[in-house]
């Protein structure tokens, strides 16, 4: 018999910090997304109840897991698309979290994600899983986009296991960091005047990201939950104009809101890609969504599991009040989605040395600290040191011919891992005592490029390498060196600088 105690600890602006899971024993879970905006979240709560976590990464050099308790902490590499890598999957697991979703960006991404699910759940029939648990999307409607047709159906493939299932359906989550919650405040901070699609009179029913991981914790091996569907949400049903007009209001930002009948899901796409920080495939599965109403059916989970959901608006004075404080634990744009590109691996942390052009320079710098400081806070809002008029007009040349620009910025301002999206580049290796930092660009390229700093015998050493593609790649590295020779020359100066 599984008997518990759970207690959750709170900050001092009601969110929650950890909770302390008394059980008869504890519990092994696998948590699969380990690296994504929900998995990065739970695993700590995870480790300060005393579970024993076995985190599924692709890629090991990209998981940054926290540094205490790693007793209690394992860490396997295995891709859901490839079969053979799950035997590696521990016999003895108890539970398991599949919060796993391939890039919506993919054209194929419904084959990718009904694959992943057989797999996964071959895999973990294997091992002695009492439940897994697994976090989809309302699908309430007749009529469902292909996105929310995909979670569907990955759920339908996770009931054939021999496990009990329990699926949690969430509209849009409402946290720093989240997806959904990032375009709503690009669309309200910065435009004064919206000239927006029909779907915003489609309803919704949002809900926080506290109250997502309270439910998903409390439902951990919770018999009442077995081999049954949930919905959850606030208890707020609004349309997303009045959600985008509440934003503003906690903002205290004062916006006008027109609706225009007659924009085109492409018109409409467009819009939430050039506005906002998505990526243009992105974007057109976003509109392709929110023509779908996402309102729970009921909502009897909440007295199950004995939660008190908080109001959309509370989510957002939460979500706004970690932003102000620096503590953003997840952001969807350190996702792969968010460029729209194939995962790059991590493994690939070494500069090419064949077919490529190369802007080599090296100084000696003043103080290491500093400029290592520099380095590591390039970016975002700090900007690129030199010539950052000349960046943005890069990155705006990038959103024009669909790349992601420089709109992202960086989730942290001080602190870098590999994986993590810094504008239009991705982190590949990071590692402040070596003193080496490599970028990856992100931006649409007629060939690959990368950006690398490294300190060597009291010099920063600053590379950038670019791997033509055909003759295009050779007239864009010829086309651009004059800017180069500007750019490069004065941001090594800057970050070598007293």
Same mark, same amino acid.
């Given at each position: ?31 699969? %997304?380990?690296?994504?905006?929900? %998995? ?35 860490? *396997? ?97 409402? %946290? ?6 990032? @375009? ?77 009948? *007659? ?102 710098? @003043? ?10 806070? +390039? ?47 991705? *982190? ?26 490294? +300190? ?23 086309? *651009? ?18």
């Amino acid at each position: 018999m599984y008997i518990e105690i759970i207690s959750v600890f709170y900050d001092d602006f009601g969110d929650i910090k950890w909770i302390l899971q008394i059980n008869l024993f504890w519990m092994k879970i696998l948590l699969t %997304g380990a690296t994504g905006y929900i %998995g990065k979240r739970l695993l700590p709560l995870f480790l300060e109840a005393g579970h024993h976590v076995v985190c599924a990464v692709r890629d090991a050099k990209r998981f940054h897991p926290p540094v205490y308790r790693q007793s209690l902490l394992e860490v *396997v590499e295995m891709d859901l698309l490839d079969l053979d890598s799950l035997t590696k999957i521990p016999k003895n697991i108890d539970l398991a979290f599949y919060l796993v979703h391939s890039m919506s960006s993919a054209s194929d991404y419904t084959k990718l994600e009904q694959q992943s699910a057989k797999n996964f759940r071959m895999a973990v029939a294997t091992t002695n899983v009492q439940q897994v648990i697994y976090l989809s999307g309302i699908v309430n409607e007749s009529e469902l986009s292909d996105h929310l047709r995909s979670r569907m159906g990955v759920e339908q493939e996770l009931q054939k296991g021999p496990y009990h299932l329990t699926t949690f359906r969430a509209g849009i989550i409402i %946290g720093s960091g989240s997806a959904s919650f990032e @375009i709503m405040r690009d669309l309200v901070e910065k435009l004064p005047v919206m000239v927006t699609p029909k779907w915003l009179h489609t309803r919704c029913q949002p809900i926080g990201i506290s109250d997502v991981l309270l439910i998903l914790t409390r439902s951990m091996l919770c018999a009442e939950t077995y081999d049954q569907n949930f919905d959850i949400g606030c208890p707020d049903v609004l349309s997303y104009k009045e959600m985008l007009m509440e934003l503003a209001a906690v903002r205290g930002l004062g916006r006008r809101i027109f609706i225009l009948p *007659v924009m085109t899901p492409r018109l409409s796409s467009y819009w939430l890609y050039f506005v906002t920080s998505t990526s243009y495939k992105l974007a057109c599965s976003l509109v392709d969504s929110m023509k779908v109403e996402v309102v729970c059916r009921d909502l009897r989970i909440l007295d199950i599991l004995n939660v008190c959901p908080i109001s959309y608006r509370e989510a957002l004075e939460k979500a706004f009040f970690k932003i102000e404080n620096k503590e953003i634990p997840s952001s969807w744009k350190d996702a792969y989605s968010s460029s729209g590109m194939e995962q790059i691996s991590t493994q690939m942390a070494q500069l090419p040395q064949f077919g490529c052009f190369a802007d080599r320079r090296e100084l000696m710098y @003043i103080n290491r600290e500093k400029t290592l400081e520099r380095i590591w806070s +390039i970016g975002g809002e700090t900007g690129w040191y030199y010539g950052n008029f000349l960046w943005r007009i890069r990155g705006y040349l990038d959103k024009l011919v669909g790349g992601v620009g420089l709109r992202r910025g960086r989730t942290n301002i001080s602190h870098i891992a590999a994986g993590d999206a810094l504008d239009f580049w991705r *982190v590949l290796y990071a590692d402040k005592e070596e003193g080496r930092l490599l970028l990856y660009a992100e931006m649409k390229l007629p060939g690959e490029a990368w950006l690398e700093f490294r +300190i060597q015998d009291n010099k920063l050493l600053q590379t950038a390498i670019f791997r033509p593609l055909g003759l295009a790649g050779r007239f864009y590295w010829y086309a *651009v060196l004059p800017f180069h020779g500007f750019i490069f020359k004065g941001m090594i100066a800057k970050l070598c600088a007293s």
